[in-house]
Protein backbone atom coordinates (compact mmCIF):
# COMPACT_ATOMS: atom_id res chain seq x y z
CA UNK A 1 0.00 0.00 0.00
CA UNK A 2 1.19 3.57 -0.45
CA UNK A 3 0.33 6.45 2.33
CA UNK A 4 1.46 10.24 2.18
CA UNK A 5 2.72 10.09 5.51
CA UNK A 6 4.06 12.49 8.06
CA UNK A 7 7.44 11.46 9.21
CA UNK A 8 7.98 14.58 11.25
CA UNK A 9 5.62 17.22 12.61
CA UNK A 10 5.52 20.28 10.73
CA UNK A 11 7.67 18.77 7.80
CA UNK A 12 5.97 17.73 4.63
CA UNK A 13 4.26 14.31 4.27
CA UNK A 14 6.14 11.56 2.44
CA UNK A 15 5.31 9.35 0.34
CA UNK A 16 6.22 6.04 1.67
CA UNK A 17 4.88 1.97 0.32
CA UNK A 18 4.41 -0.80 2.86
CA UNK A 19 3.17 -4.30 2.79
CA UNK A 20 -0.84 -4.01 2.36
CA UNK A 21 -2.37 -5.17 5.89
CA UNK A 22 -4.03 -8.62 6.20
CA UNK A 23 -7.43 -7.84 7.92
CA UNK A 24 -7.47 -10.15 11.27
CA UNK A 25 -10.16 -11.14 13.39
CA UNK A 26 -13.27 -8.94 12.85
CA UNK A 27 -11.57 -5.92 10.96
CA UNK A 28 -12.09 -4.87 7.31
CA UNK A 29 -9.60 -3.99 4.78
CA UNK A 30 -10.67 -0.25 2.71
CA UNK A 31 -9.48 0.24 -0.88
CA UNK A 32 -9.43 4.33 0.03
CA UNK A 33 -10.82 6.58 -2.95
CA UNK A 34 -11.35 9.51 -1.35
CA UNK A 35 -10.74 11.17 1.94
CA UNK A 36 -10.90 14.92 2.63
CA UNK A 37 -8.44 17.02 4.24
CA UNK A 38 -9.68 18.78 7.18
CA UNK A 39 -8.45 22.04 9.72
CA UNK A 40 -8.30 19.51 12.23
CA UNK A 41 -5.16 17.31 10.08
CA UNK A 42 -3.51 21.21 10.22
CA UNK A 43 -3.53 21.27 13.70
CA UNK A 44 -2.33 17.50 13.95
CA UNK A 45 0.48 17.83 11.60
CA UNK A 46 1.73 20.89 13.53
CA UNK A 47 1.76 18.66 16.41
CA UNK A 48 0.22 21.35 18.95
CA UNK A 49 -3.50 23.07 19.36
CA UNK A 50 -3.90 26.85 20.26
CA UNK A 51 -5.62 26.73 23.90
CA UNK A 52 -5.93 30.62 23.84
CA UNK A 53 -4.02 33.11 25.38
CA UNK A 54 -0.53 32.40 24.53
CA UNK A 55 -0.64 28.86 25.20
CA UNK A 56 -0.51 25.53 23.72
CA UNK A 57 -1.29 22.37 24.07
CA UNK A 58 1.02 20.09 22.76
CA UNK A 59 -0.89 17.08 20.99
CA UNK A 60 2.20 14.93 19.96
CA UNK A 61 2.00 11.69 22.29
CA UNK A 62 -1.07 10.46 21.20
CA UNK A 63 0.41 9.01 17.87
CA UNK A 64 3.48 7.08 16.70
CA UNK A 65 5.09 8.61 13.55
CA UNK A 66 5.75 7.71 10.51
CA UNK A 67 1.52 8.65 10.40
CA UNK A 68 -1.50 8.71 8.28
CA UNK A 69 -3.70 11.66 8.90
CA UNK A 70 -6.87 11.91 7.46
CA UNK A 71 -10.06 10.88 8.83
CA UNK A 72 -13.09 11.90 5.93
CA UNK A 73 -12.56 8.16 4.24
CA UNK A 74 -14.43 6.74 1.91
CA UNK A 75 -14.04 3.66 -0.03
CA UNK A 76 -14.76 0.06 -0.73
CA UNK A 77 -14.71 -3.12 0.91
CA UNK A 78 -11.17 -5.25 -0.18
CA UNK A 79 -11.18 -7.91 1.79
CA UNK A 80 -12.47 -9.10 5.55
CA UNK A 81 -10.89 -10.52 8.50
CA UNK A 82 -12.25 -14.15 9.30
CA UNK A 83 -14.24 -12.92 11.84
CA UNK A 84 -15.93 -10.08 9.56
CA UNK A 85 -19.34 -9.69 9.19
CA UNK A 86 -21.95 -7.20 8.00
CA UNK A 87 -20.20 -6.33 4.72
CA UNK A 88 -18.66 -8.02 1.49
CA UNK A 89 -16.21 -7.41 -1.05
CA UNK A 90 -17.05 -4.28 -3.47
CA UNK A 91 -19.21 -2.67 -0.92
CA UNK A 92 -18.92 1.01 -1.25
CA UNK A 93 -18.93 2.49 2.24
CA UNK A 94 -18.15 5.91 4.60
CA UNK A 95 -15.88 5.17 7.56
CA UNK A 96 -16.91 6.67 10.54
CA UNK A 97 -13.71 7.82 12.27
CA UNK A 98 -14.54 8.55 15.73
CA UNK A 99 -13.74 4.90 16.91
CA UNK A 100 -13.61 4.61 20.80
CA UNK A 101 -12.19 1.60 22.90
CA UNK A 102 -15.94 -0.10 22.23
CA UNK A 103 -15.71 -1.74 25.89
CA UNK A 104 -16.28 1.41 28.43
CA UNK A 105 -19.08 2.67 29.61
CA UNK A 106 -18.57 5.98 27.16
CA UNK A 107 -18.71 3.45 24.06
CA UNK A 108 -21.80 1.11 25.44
CA UNK A 109 -23.87 4.53 25.33
CA UNK A 110 -23.09 5.24 21.72
CA UNK A 111 -20.66 7.85 22.37
CA UNK A 112 -17.46 6.06 21.13
CA UNK A 113 -16.31 9.59 19.80
CA UNK A 114 -15.92 10.83 23.80
CA UNK A 115 -14.30 7.57 24.66
CA UNK A 116 -11.16 8.35 27.00
CA UNK A 117 -9.05 6.00 25.07
CA UNK A 118 -9.85 6.45 21.41
CA UNK A 119 -8.86 4.72 18.27
CA UNK A 120 -9.95 7.36 15.89
CA UNK A 121 -8.87 7.16 12.19
CA UNK A 122 -5.85 9.45 11.11
CA UNK A 123 -5.85 11.08 14.63
CA UNK A 124 -4.80 8.12 17.01
CA UNK A 125 -4.69 5.73 14.58
CA UNK A 126 -3.50 5.63 10.42
CA UNK A 127 -5.99 7.13 8.62
CA UNK A 128 -6.67 7.90 4.98
CA UNK A 129 -4.01 9.93 2.85
CA UNK A 130 -3.46 6.32 1.85
CA UNK A 131 -4.84 3.76 -0.79
CA UNK A 132 -5.35 1.10 1.84
CA UNK A 133 -6.93 1.61 5.61
CA UNK A 134 -8.10 -1.19 8.50
CA UNK A 135 -11.09 -0.49 10.18
CA UNK A 136 -11.42 -2.65 13.21
CA UNK A 137 -15.56 -3.77 12.69
CA UNK A 138 -18.05 -3.38 9.87
CA UNK A 139 -20.00 -1.43 12.09
CA UNK A 140 -18.00 1.96 11.66
CA UNK A 141 -19.17 1.22 7.89
CA UNK A 142 -22.19 3.36 6.47
CA UNK A 143 -23.16 2.62 3.11
CA UNK A 144 -24.04 6.15 1.33
CA UNK A 145 -25.86 4.97 -1.72
CA UNK A 146 -26.65 7.85 -3.99
CA UNK A 147 -24.08 10.11 -2.43
CA UNK A 148 -21.05 11.40 -4.71
CA UNK A 149 -18.29 9.79 -3.88
CA UNK A 150 -17.04 12.90 -3.39
CA UNK A 151 -19.24 14.56 -0.86
CA UNK A 152 -19.10 11.72 1.19
CA UNK A 153 -16.27 11.48 3.10
CA UNK A 154 -16.47 15.54 4.58
CA UNK A 155 -19.90 14.26 5.98
CA UNK A 156 -18.23 11.97 8.77
CA UNK A 157 -16.55 15.12 9.98
CA UNK A 158 -17.48 18.72 9.00
CA UNK A 159 -21.67 17.40 8.38
CA UNK A 160 -21.63 15.75 11.49
CA UNK A 161 -19.97 18.63 13.94
CA UNK A 162 -23.11 20.35 12.81
CA UNK A 163 -25.52 18.00 12.87
CA UNK A 164 -24.80 16.76 16.45
CA UNK A 165 -24.41 20.34 17.54
CA UNK A 166 -27.57 20.91 16.20
CA UNK A 167 -29.55 18.48 17.63
CA UNK A 168 -28.31 19.39 21.02
CA UNK A 169 -30.73 22.05 20.53
CA UNK A 170 -33.19 19.46 21.44
CA UNK A 171 -36.85 20.36 19.85
CA UNK A 172 -37.95 23.66 18.86
CA UNK A 173 -41.37 25.27 17.99
CA UNK A 174 -41.73 27.89 15.38
CA UNK A 175 -41.27 31.04 18.23
CA UNK A 176 -37.75 29.59 19.35
CA UNK A 177 -35.60 31.83 16.82
CA UNK A 178 -31.77 29.75 17.06
CA UNK A 179 -28.49 31.82 16.31
CA UNK A 180 -25.53 30.28 14.45
CA UNK A 181 -22.41 32.20 15.03
CA UNK A 182 -19.62 32.07 12.41
CA UNK A 183 -20.39 31.14 8.53
CA UNK A 184 -17.76 28.93 7.39
CA UNK A 185 -17.28 25.18 6.12
CA UNK A 186 -19.30 23.92 9.03
CA UNK A 187 -21.83 26.79 9.79
CA UNK A 188 -22.76 27.09 6.45
CA UNK A 189 -23.55 22.77 6.81
CA UNK A 190 -25.31 24.09 9.74
CA UNK A 191 -27.70 26.26 7.78
CA UNK A 192 -28.48 23.79 5.32
CA UNK A 193 -28.78 20.96 8.19
CA UNK A 194 -30.75 23.62 10.36
CA UNK A 195 -33.78 24.15 7.66
CA UNK A 196 -33.81 20.44 6.62
CA UNK A 197 -34.64 19.54 10.56
CA UNK A 198 -36.75 22.69 11.18
CA UNK A 199 -38.40 23.63 8.32
CA UNK A 200 -36.87 27.80 8.17
CA UNK A 201 -33.87 29.21 8.35
CA UNK A 202 -31.69 30.26 11.39
CA UNK A 203 -30.58 33.74 12.31
CA UNK A 204 -26.88 33.90 11.40
CA UNK A 205 -23.80 36.10 12.66
CA UNK A 206 -19.99 36.36 10.83
CA UNK A 207 -18.08 39.12 10.96
CA UNK A 208 -17.62 38.77 7.47
CA UNK A 209 -19.50 40.49 5.05
CA UNK A 210 -19.03 37.68 2.21
CA UNK A 211 -19.91 35.08 5.10
CA UNK A 212 -22.78 36.73 5.53
CA UNK A 213 -24.23 37.05 1.86
CA UNK A 214 -23.65 33.02 1.63
CA UNK A 215 -25.39 32.28 4.38
CA UNK A 216 -28.55 34.73 3.73
CA UNK A 217 -28.50 32.93 0.23
CA UNK A 218 -27.97 29.31 1.60
CA UNK A 219 -31.59 30.94 3.51
CA UNK A 220 -30.63 32.24 6.94
CA UNK A 221 -33.66 34.29 8.25
CA UNK A 222 -31.39 37.50 9.35
CA UNK A 223 -27.70 38.17 9.44
CA UNK A 224 -25.63 40.23 11.65
CA UNK A 225 -22.34 41.42 12.35
CA UNK A 226 -20.74 40.81 15.25
CA UNK A 227 -18.78 44.06 15.83
CA UNK A 228 -21.62 45.73 15.86
CA UNK A 229 -21.80 48.13 18.75
CA UNK A 230 -24.82 46.63 21.59
CA UNK A 231 -25.49 43.99 18.53
CA UNK A 232 -26.45 41.25 21.27
CA UNK A 233 -29.37 44.53 22.54
CA UNK A 234 -30.31 44.42 18.83
CA UNK A 235 -30.79 40.52 18.77
CA UNK A 236 -32.67 40.71 21.58
CA UNK A 237 -34.96 43.39 20.26
CA UNK A 238 -35.85 41.60 17.25
CA UNK A 239 -36.55 38.26 18.80
CA UNK A 240 -38.59 39.54 21.25
CA UNK A 241 -36.45 38.73 24.30
CA UNK A 242 -33.97 36.66 22.70
CA UNK A 243 -32.94 33.70 21.19
CA UNK A 244 -34.01 29.82 22.58
CA UNK A 245 -30.23 28.62 21.42
CA UNK A 246 -27.14 29.67 19.99
CA UNK A 247 -24.44 27.00 18.39
CA UNK A 248 -20.90 29.12 18.43
CA UNK A 249 -19.04 27.51 15.25
CA UNK A 250 -16.32 29.74 16.33
CA UNK A 251 -15.66 29.04 19.97
CA UNK A 252 -14.03 32.31 21.07
CA UNK A 253 -14.45 34.59 23.46
CA UNK A 254 -16.29 37.35 21.70
CA UNK A 255 -18.51 34.75 19.80
CA UNK A 256 -19.00 33.16 22.94
CA UNK A 257 -19.57 36.51 25.29
CA UNK A 258 -22.04 37.48 21.90
CA UNK A 259 -23.87 33.97 22.35
CA UNK A 260 -24.51 34.08 26.15
CA UNK A 261 -26.15 37.32 25.42
CA UNK A 262 -28.02 36.74 23.17
CA UNK A 263 -30.14 34.04 24.67
CA UNK A 264 -33.47 34.06 26.43
CA UNK A 265 -34.38 32.76 29.48
CA UNK A 266 -34.03 29.23 29.41
CA UNK A 267 -31.80 29.34 26.55
CA UNK A 268 -29.08 27.16 25.55
CA UNK A 269 -25.65 27.93 24.08
CA UNK A 270 -24.02 24.84 22.20
CA UNK A 271 -19.88 25.53 21.72
CA UNK A 272 -18.14 23.96 19.04
CA UNK A 273 -15.59 26.01 17.62
CA UNK A 274 -12.25 25.57 19.03
CA UNK A 275 -10.79 28.88 18.33
CA UNK A 276 -9.57 29.26 21.54
CA UNK A 277 -9.95 31.64 25.13
CA UNK A 278 -12.02 31.94 27.96
CA UNK A 279 -14.72 33.72 28.92
CA UNK A 280 -17.12 34.60 32.30
CA UNK A 281 -20.01 35.05 33.14
CA UNK A 282 -21.47 35.62 37.27
CA UNK A 283 -22.46 32.50 38.57
CA UNK A 284 -26.20 33.36 39.45
CA UNK A 285 -26.79 34.02 35.99
CA UNK A 286 -27.17 30.67 35.31
CA UNK A 287 -29.61 29.65 37.52
CA UNK A 288 -31.82 33.22 37.29
CA UNK A 289 -31.76 32.72 34.08
CA UNK A 290 -32.37 28.47 33.22
CA UNK A 291 -29.03 29.10 31.13
CA UNK A 292 -27.27 25.95 30.24
CA UNK A 293 -24.02 25.62 28.30
CA UNK A 294 -23.04 22.51 26.38
CA UNK A 295 -20.00 21.61 24.33
CA UNK A 296 -20.42 19.62 20.95
CA UNK A 297 -17.49 17.53 19.51
CA UNK A 298 -17.72 16.09 16.25
CA UNK A 299 -20.96 13.34 16.76
CA UNK A 300 -21.77 9.83 17.15
CA UNK A 301 -22.09 6.79 14.86
CA UNK A 302 -25.95 6.79 15.24
CA UNK A 303 -25.81 10.85 13.85
CA UNK A 304 -23.59 9.73 10.93
CA UNK A 305 -26.06 7.54 10.21
CA UNK A 306 -29.01 9.81 10.16
CA UNK A 307 -27.42 12.71 8.39
CA UNK A 308 -26.63 10.29 5.82
CA UNK A 309 -30.08 9.30 5.64
CA UNK A 310 -30.94 12.93 5.52
CA UNK A 311 -28.16 13.66 2.33
CA UNK A 312 -29.47 10.56 0.66
CA UNK A 313 -33.17 12.46 0.62
CA UNK A 314 -31.99 15.44 -1.09
CA UNK A 315 -32.68 17.84 1.63
CA UNK A 316 -28.81 19.23 1.90
CA UNK A 317 -27.35 20.40 -0.89
CA UNK A 318 -23.77 19.33 -1.26
CA UNK A 319 -20.66 21.91 -0.84
CA UNK A 320 -18.02 22.80 -3.00
CA UNK A 321 -15.19 20.41 -3.39
CA UNK A 322 -11.82 20.51 -4.93
CA UNK A 323 -10.71 16.54 -5.80
CA UNK A 324 -6.69 16.47 -6.49
CA UNK A 325 -4.58 13.27 -6.64
CA UNK A 326 -3.08 11.59 -3.28
CA UNK A 327 0.10 12.87 -4.15
CA UNK A 328 -0.84 16.33 -3.52
CA UNK A 329 -1.46 15.65 -0.04
CA UNK A 330 1.45 17.67 1.16
CA UNK A 331 0.29 20.36 -1.12
CA UNK A 332 -3.15 20.26 0.00
CA UNK A 333 -2.45 20.56 3.56
CA UNK A 334 -0.24 23.87 3.01
CA UNK A 335 -2.91 25.16 0.99
CA UNK A 336 -5.25 24.53 3.75
CA UNK A 337 -3.01 26.30 6.19
CA UNK A 338 -2.32 29.35 3.62
CA UNK A 339 -6.18 30.14 3.71
CA UNK A 340 -5.88 28.82 -0.42
CA UNK A 341 -8.84 26.72 -0.39
CA UNK A 342 -12.71 27.10 -1.13
CA UNK A 343 -14.66 24.35 0.21
CA UNK A 344 -13.51 21.17 0.59
CA UNK A 345 -10.08 19.43 -0.30
CA UNK A 346 -10.82 15.88 -1.36
CA UNK A 347 -7.79 13.33 -2.57
CA UNK A 348 -8.79 10.41 -4.90
CA UNK A 349 -6.42 7.64 -3.96
ZN1 LIG B 1 -12.21 16.94 10.54
ZN1 LIG C 1 -14.49 3.43 25.09
Request: one cysteine or more; glycine letters at 14%; aromatic letters at 4%.
Amino acid sequence: MIAEQMVEYGQALKRLEHPTPVPQGTEVLIRIHRCGVCHSDIHIHDGHFDMGGGRQADIRAARKLPFTLGHEIVGVVEALGPEATGVAVGDARIAYPWIGCGACPTCDRGLEHLCPKPRNLGVNVDGGFADHVVIPHSRYLVAHDGIPLDLAGPLACSGITAYSALKKLGELGPNDPILIVGAGGVGMMGIQIFRALFGRGPLVADIDPAKREAALAAGAAAVYDPREDKIANRIMKETNGGVAGVVDFVGAEATTTLGVRSLRRGGKLVIVGLFGGAFTLPLPMFPWNGLSVEGSMVGSLQELRDLVAMVQAGKVKPIPVDVRPLSQASQALEDLKAGRVVGRVVLSA
